[in-house]
Antibody
Framework: EVQLVESGGGLVQPGGSLRLSCAAFGFSFSDYYMDWVRQAPGKGLEWVGRIRNKGESYTTEYAASMKGRFTISRDDSKNSLYLQMDSLKIEDTAVYYC?????????WGQGTTVTVSS | QSVLTQPPSASGTPGQRVTISCSGSSSNIETNYVYWYQQLPGTAPKLLIY???RRPSGVPDRFSGSKSGTSASLAISGLRSEDEADYYC???????????FGGGTKLTVL
C-alpha cells in the first residue's frame, strides 16, 4: 500500500526552528518528486515547495512566502523527505502534509501539526 | 487571495448533479493539468481527478473533470450525503514556478 507518514510537528516559539520528517512506503520513492503542502486552521491548501528526484539533481522550488526560511531535503536511502523550518512565524501555524508529486499531487500523508506560539 | 478561483460554497439535494468551477489563467490551467481533491472534515485531502479528466481507481464514476481554456470544472452526479466535503482544484503555474490551489468549495448536501 502506498503510504506517507509525517512526524516532527509540535509547539514552537516564534523565531524558532522545527524539522518535519516524512516516511514513504509502498512505492519507488527515489523515482518521484516530493512536495510539502500546508493548511492553516480553517483555511485552504497552500503549497510549500517541492524537491525533484536524483535525475533532476534534487533541485528544489519554494513558494515565495517561504523561500529562504524553509528547506526541503530527501534521503532516498531511507525513503524519507524532510522540511527544515527556520525563523518560524505565528502565521506558519498549520497542518503540514507530505505529498507525492506525479505531475500533480496524487498521494497525501495524514499531516503533522505545527503550532507557533509564545 | 488564491491564484485559482473557486466559489466558496455549493449545494444540492441527493441525486442532483452539481458542478464546481475553477478559474485560472494562461500560466496555469490553460497550459497545465488540473487536479481535484476532496477533503472530508478532519482528514487529509484525497485525489479525485488527475490530469484534468482522469479518475483514479476507486473513485466513483459519479465524479468527472473537464477543462476548457483557462477554466476547469468538477461535476458530481447522483449527489450523496457522503459527498459533503471541501473540494479543491490545483494546477502548476509557469509564471510563479509553483503549484497553485483554489480557495476551496464547501459542498453541502441538503
Amino acid at each position: 500500500e502506498v503510504q506517507l507518514v509525517e512526524s516532527g510537528g509540535g509547539l514552537v516559539q516564534p523565531g524558532g526552528s522545527l524539522r518535519l520528517s516524512c516516511a514513504a512506503f509502498g512505492f519507488s520513492f527515489s523515482d518521484y518528486y516530493m512536495d510539502w503542502v500546508r493548511q492553516a486552521p480553517g483555511k485552504g491548501l497552500e503549497w510549500v515547495g517541492r524537491i525533484r528526484n536524483k535525475g533532476e539533481s534534487y533541485t528544489t522550488e519554494y513558494a515565495a512566502s517561504m523561500k529562504g526560511r524553509f528547506t526541503i531535503s530527501r534521503d532516498d536511502s531511507k525513503n524519507s523527505l524532510y522540511l527544515q523550518m527556520d525563523s518560524l512565524k505565528i502565521e506558519d501555524t498549520a497542518v503540514y502534509y507530505c505529498a507525492r508529486d506525479n505531475y500533480g499531487v496524487d498521494v497525501w500523508g495524514q499531516g503533522t501539526t505545527v503550532t507557533v506560539s509564545s | 487571495q488564491s491564484v485559482l478561483t473557486q466559489p466558496p460554497s455549493a449545494s444540492g439535494t441527493p441525486g442532483q448533479r452539481v458542478t464546481i468551477s475553477c478559474s485560472g489563467s494562461s500560466s496555469n490551467i490553460e497550459t497545465n493539468y488540473v487536479y481535484w481533491y476532496q477533503q472530508l472534515p478532519g482528514t487529509a485531502p484525497k485525489l479525485l481527478i488527475y490530469r484534468s479528466n482522469r479518475r483514479p481507481s476507486g473513485v466513483p464514476d459519479r465524479f468527472s473533470g473537464s477543462k476548457s481554456g483557462t477554466s476547469a470544472s468538477l461535476a458530481i452526479s447522483g449527489l450523496r450525503s457522503e459527498d459533503e466535503a471541501d473540494y479543491y482544484c490545483a494546477s502548476w503555474d509557469d509564471s510563479l514556478s509553483g503549484r497553485v490551489f483554489g480557495g476551496g468549495t464547501k459542498l453541502t448536501v441538503l
